[in-house]
């Protein structure tokens, strides 16, 4: 199965996916939003690009959705939390007015209050405060909370929720939207990983790829276990290596350039430890790895096309104990978006049973796209 979102579920509550003449909301990295527009309406031609700010996009659909179309699908593998848009409301108790007008009222509602990005990944000033203006409309909300009206407890979103996002920006009104909880996408407001951003990354990290790799676990819910052994292709200087030594992995890198010490010198409690191949990917043979290899990764600074070709003859058959491939795909720029599905193509020939894309949160210029094999799958559930 080849998706860039979550897979179908209808929805008969008086909230629903948006059909013709509703809007639809996605939120993304900023200085995405143009590329966003043109995937979305590249896939889906009935969207007309409506309201957009950085890092939100709105649409309204022109035309029917096709039966064929998964109602909870991502409109584009850019965006990041989307869903029916509700509308703009001035301040919180205008918010619980349009709630309770859009939504029926014996309807359990969860609420995603969240910011929208304000600096591109890694850009953020060492000083920003994020979420706490969320947090403080959250309170506001809850507090003008009618009574009787059921509200889940908690944040963290289960399968089938009918999830409330109110996205919010100094300065702006706040945007409302509504979605359902899929298992594919991630349960935290704005699909964020809150854990992940409020437990710093460890200072001796070598590289922000550590947080990037725990995002992409995350999302994808990879099953990756300690005593697996891992091959990362752009291995230097170590960032994601080190977050799967730190898991418990064995882990080939494979880099022309130098790793980080911390990376070369650590040793897991299970013996789990790091082996450098300082090679071009090119000149990495089959023979030079184990046979039992669970994951492969591949984070080179090179064309998708390239380095999947690598993953692909490097992770093909026989690989019995093969469980996925985790892939940064790095793009020259957004237009090559557009190839997007013929890289995806190239992971499911892996022999790859389930496959996606997104943009996380951590990716640059850059998409995450996984596959994983039968037995990934089973492991997972
Ligand atoms: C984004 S960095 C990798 C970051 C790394 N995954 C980490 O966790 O720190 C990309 C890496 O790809 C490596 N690279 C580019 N082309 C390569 C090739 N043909 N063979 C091996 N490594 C390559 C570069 O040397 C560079 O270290």
Known sequence: MIASAAPSRQTRARVSAPSAGEFLFCTCQVGAESALKSDAVAREPSLRPAYSRPGLVTFKRAGPRLASDDPEAAPSP????WGRGIGRASDPAAAVAMIA??????????????E???WRPGEAPADALIGG???????????????????LLGEAAEPGDHVIDVIVAEGEPLYLGHHRHHPARLAWPGGQA?????????PQAPSRAYRKLEEAIAWSRAPVRAGDVALELG???????YALLRRGLTV?????????????TTRHASGARFIYHNAPMSQVQRRDLPTALHWVLCDVNRAPQVALRTVARLAAAPRPALMGVLCTLKLDDWRALRHLDGWLRMIEAMGMVEVRATQLPSNRMELFAYGLTEA???RRA
């Open 78 to 81: 850019l965006a990041r939390a």
């Open 101 to 114: 007008e859009a939504t029926s009222s014996a309807l359990p509602l969860r609420l995603h209050v969240f």
């Open 116 to 118: 929208r990005d304000r």
């Open 133 to 151: 203006a969320a947090a403080l409309i959250r309170a506001e909300l809850l507090a003008l909370w009618p009574e009787g009206r059921p509200l």
């Open 194 to 202: 809150p854990l992940l951003l409020s437990q710093p990354i460890p």
């Open 235 to 241: 291995s230097a200087p170590g960032g994601a290596s």
């Open 252 to 264: 080939h890198g494979v880099d022309t350039g130098v790793m980080d010490p911390v990376v070369l």
């Open 376 to 378: 990934g799958v089973q």
